[in-house]
């Protein structure tokens, strides 16, 4: 990793004119020099686009789920009640312009994994420092065999605390959870829910085989401090680190 600091969807605020995953979020990032994650999914047409949730009613306050419409119709809906689109990956890649490090999270909830093929072509063409991340360790096992080039990171947090992946979900959340199928796709990094470091697999990982760590998603000065000592790199959100207000760049004034 070329910085230890990563602003989740862009550098945002969702009551303002700079929501998560949108343009505006991503050109103040960039404006900072702060390394940026974003979310990757493709549309029913296959047009690859920044957006994080599976449906769209949070964000844009409309029912369905992104496959479910084309680019054309997604165009329509606006994003936390701002003047604000979702952006196609394809312009996300022209904004940043190899100008900071990202961190490509694939939005893959079953076996599709299109996503990967399409976005791949894209990022081989990209003058730009960038690895990939997935919950979907069949993202990772297609890195492994189409482009093992790629640094490749494992999305992981202690998901049966959650009460939707118990019963017949919760043999393959367990599997997940403790990163079992890492000896088959050998991540790079792992990417966890910071306030379950403590897992044993996590530590295993990050302290015997030297995997990198990176802490999602760091909300607060208190919370970054707890992590430090666990986590190499930080996905931060609703908040600037004070490790990065020292850098005194003026993209950061009037932020908080």
Not at 8 to 20: I, K, Q, S, T, V
Request: hydrophobic share 40%; proline share 5%; with cysteine.
């Amino acid at each position: 990793f070329e910085t230890r600091f990563f602003a989740h969807r862009g550098l945002h605020d969702n009551r303002g004119d700079a929501p998560e995953n949108s343009m505006p979020a991503f050109a103040r990032a960039v404006e900072a020099g702060l390394g940026i994650e974003l979310d990757v999914q493709v549309t029913k047409d296959r047009t690859p686009v920044v957006f994080h949730d599976f449906t769209l009613q949070r964000v844009c306050g409309v029912p369905g789920r992104v496959c479910d419409y084309s680019y054309e119709e997604l165009r329509r809906f606006t994003l936390c009640g701002s003047g604000a689109h979702i952006p196609t990956f394809r312009e996300f890649l022209e904004l940043a312009g190899g100008r900071v490090p990202l961190i490509v999270e694939y939005k893959v909830e079953r076996k599709d994994l299109s996503v990967c093929r399409i976005c791949d072509k894209m990022l081989r063409d990209y003058q730009g420092s960038y690895c990939i991340e997935s919950f979907n360790p069949l993202v990772l096992l297609w890195y492994r065999k189409h482009h093992p080039q790629v640094v490749r990171g494992q999305l992981a947090e202690s998901f049966l605390r959650h009460r939707e992946f118990r019963g017949k979900k919760a043999p393959a959340m367990f599997l997940l959870q403790m990163l079992m199928g890492n000896f088959l796709t050998s991540p790079d990094f792992i990417a966890y829910n910071h306030e379950h470091e403590a897992n044993l697999s996590r530590r295993l990982c990050h302290g015997l085989y030297r995997v990198s760590a990176a802490a999602w998603t760091i909300r607060s000065e208190e919370q970054l401090e707890r992590a430090r000592g666990h986590f190499d790199v930080f996905i931060f959100d609703s908040f600037l680190p004070e490790e990065v207000r020292a850098s005194r760049n003026p993209a950061l004034r009037g932020l908080n």
